[in-house]
C-alpha cells in the first residue's frame, strides 16, 4: 500500500477479541486446529523476512522462500513472472470454482530505526507496511488449503507479488502473462490496517479515494504568474473538505473513531476532494500544470478535466492552451465487487465472531494500492485486516515509523481466508 504523507501514530480503538465461533462445520473446526499447529512456524517465517526486507522490484530472497515453501506443500509454482513474482495453483480433490488469493513481498527504504527486537538486517530498509505479515498469511492459507485438498473442490491460486510499493508489481505481472497461467474466477486480497488485530474490515466498490494527477499544457509565451494564479483558482473551485480540522495524519487517525470514521454510516470520510499539490513549470518550452488530488465521486474524477477544460477556453488563455489529461494510468483504490463483498462477508461473519466483520462506509484519503489491476480483469475483494493492539502498544499505521503488527493476526487472517477460499471454491 503507498500512502501519501508521514503520520507519527494511529490510535486502534476497538478493543474486540476473537471469541466463540459462529455456526462452526467441522471442515471449519478443522480448519482452526490446523492454523494453531502451523502459527508458531508461520511467526518464525515472518521474523525471517522482517529481519531480511526487500525493496520493490528486488524480492530475490523473498521469492525464493515462498517458492521453496509451496513446491513443499505440492504446489505446481512458477517462479519470475513480471520480476520476482512466484504463483502457485493448488488443485484441489474434485472440479469447481477457481479463486485466486493476492499477496505482496515488498518492504520500504526508510532509515527510521525498527521498534521490534527481530530488527531489520538491511541498513535503510523495513517492512513498515505489513507485506511481511501478508505474505505470511499467504503461505499459512497455503498451507491450510493443502492439507484440505480432499475437501476442496476446485482450483486455488497464490500470487505472490513483487513492487506493490512501486504500483508496477501487479501491472508487471499480467503484463508477463499472469492472467494466461491462471484463470481465476474470483480473486481476493488484504492489507493490514490500525484496527484490532483480527478484524476484518469490509466494504462494496471503492475502499478508498481515487488518486489523480493532472497535466495541462500550455503554449510558451503565457503570462506565467496570471495562468497559475487562474488554473489555482480552478482547481480550488472543485475542493470539498473533510469535515474535520488538522493535518493529514490527524484527520486519518479518525478512521477508528466510532463516531466519525468508517464503522459508521454517518462518517466524515464520505464525499470529498482533497487537492493535494498544484504547480506550474516550464520544460523544453511547454509550460506544464500539474495538480495531484483525491477525489471520491468517480462520476467527477471523470467530469473534472472537460470542466476545467471548458473554463480554458472560456478565458484569455484559450489560445495558449495544448491538452490536458490525466498522467497516471491507475486509480489508487481497490473497487470490490458489490455481490462478492455481500457474499464473502456473510461467509467471514458465519464462520467467526460476527462482530469481528465490520462493514466500512465512506472512503479512506492518502491510502493506495494496485490491487485494483486485477480486479479490472477478475471481480473481487479487497480486505483490511486489523494489526493493532492498544493494550500492547502496537500501533499499524502503514508507512509509520512506529509500524508493528501484533502476531496473532496472522492466525486470524490465516483461518478466515483459508475458510472464506475454501467456501467459494466448493461453491457452485
Ligand atoms: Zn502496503
Known amino acids: ?3 501519501q504523507f508521514i503520520a507519527i501514530l494511529l490510535l486502534a480503538t476497538t478493543k474486540t477479541l476473537y471469541g466463540q465461533y459462529g455456526k462452526s462445520t467441522s471442515t471449519h473446526q478443522q480448519i482452526v486446529e490446523q492454523t494453531d499447529a502451523i502459527y508458531d512456524n508461520l511467526v518464525k517465517i515472518r521474523r525471517d523476512l522482517h529481519e531480511n526486507p526487500e525493496v520493490s522490484t528486488l524480492e530475490k530472497r523473498t521469492s525464493k522462500i515462498v517458492a521453496e515453501y509451496l513446491r513443499k506443500l505440492g504446489l505446481e509454482v512458477k517462479t519470475n513472472v513480471g520480476g520476482y513474482g512466484v504463483v502457485g495453483t493448488l488443485k484441489g480433490g474434485k472440479k469447481g470454482r477457481k479463486i485466486a488469493w493476492r499477496a505482496d513481498m515488498d518492504a520500504i527504504k526508510t532509515e527510521e530505526p525498527d521498534v521490534v527486537d527481530f530488527k531489520s538486517k538491511n541498513k535503510g530498509v523495513r517492512h513498515i507496511c505489513g507485506h511481511d505479515v501478508h505474505t505470511t498469511i499467504g503461505l499459512g492459507i497455503a498451507n491450510i488449503l493443502s492439507q484440505q485438498k480432499e475437501n476442496l473442490e476446485g482450483t486455488v491460486y497464490f ?23 491462471i484463470k481465476p474466477d474470483e480473486i481476493y486480497g488484504l492489507h493490514i490496517v490500525p484496527e484490532a488485530s483480527g478484524v476484518i474490515n469490509v466494504k462494496a466498490n471503492e475502499l478508498f479515494a481515487y488518486q489523480k494527477s493532472l497535466e495541462i499544457k500550455f503554449k510558451p509565451g503565457t503570462n506565467e504568474k496570471g495562468l497559475e ?19 493529514p495524519w490527524e484527520i486519518i487517525n479518525k478512521i477508528s473513531d466510532p463516531k466519525i470514521g468508517l464503522t459508521n454510516k454517518e462518517t466524515i470520510f464520505n464525499d470529498y476532494f482533497i487537492l493535494q499539490g498544484a504547480r506550474l513549470n516550464t520544460n523544453n518550452g511547454v509550460t506544464f500544470y500539474k495538480a495531484d488530488f483525491l477525489e471520491t465521486d468517480v462520476k467527477k474524477v471523470n467530469s473534472i478535466p472537460l470542466e476545467i477544460k471548458k473554463q480554458i477556453l472560456n478565458s484569455k488563455y484559450k489560445d495558449a492552451f495544448i491538452s490536458i489529461e490525466y498522467s497516471k494510468d491507475y486509480s489508487g483504490t481497490p473497487i470490490n465487487d458489490p455481490k462478492l463483498t455481500k457474499i464473502s462477508t456473510k461467509i467471514l461473519r458465519n464462520r467467526y465472531n460476527k462482530d469481528m466483520v465490520k462493514q466500512l462506509y465512506g472512503q479512506i ?15 473481487g475483494v479487497f480486505f483490511l485486516l486489523g494489526g493493532s493492539n492498544i493494550q500492547k502498544g502496537i500501533s499499524s499505521m502503514p508507512h509509520t515509523p512506529n509500524f508493528a503488527v501484533d502476531e496473532t493476526t496472522i492466525k486470524y487472517g490465516v483461518q478466515s481466508f483459508a475458510a472464506l477460499i475454501l467456501e467459494r471454491a466448493n461453491s457452485k
Open 1 to 3: 500500500m503507498k500512502i
Open 159 to 181: 500470487i505472490f507479488q513483487p513492487a506493490e510499493e512501486t504500483f508496477t508489481g501487479a501491472k508487471d505481472m499480467i503484463k508477463d502473462g499472469l492472467f494466461e497461467i
Open 229 to 247: 494564479n487562474f488554473m489555482n483558482t480552478i482547481l480550488n473551485s472543485f475542493v470539498r473538505t473533510i469535515k474535520q480540522e488538522g493535518s
Open 365 to 379: 484519503p492518502f491510502f493506495g494500492e494496485d490491487f485494483i489491476f486485477y480486479q479490472q480483469k477478475v471481480p
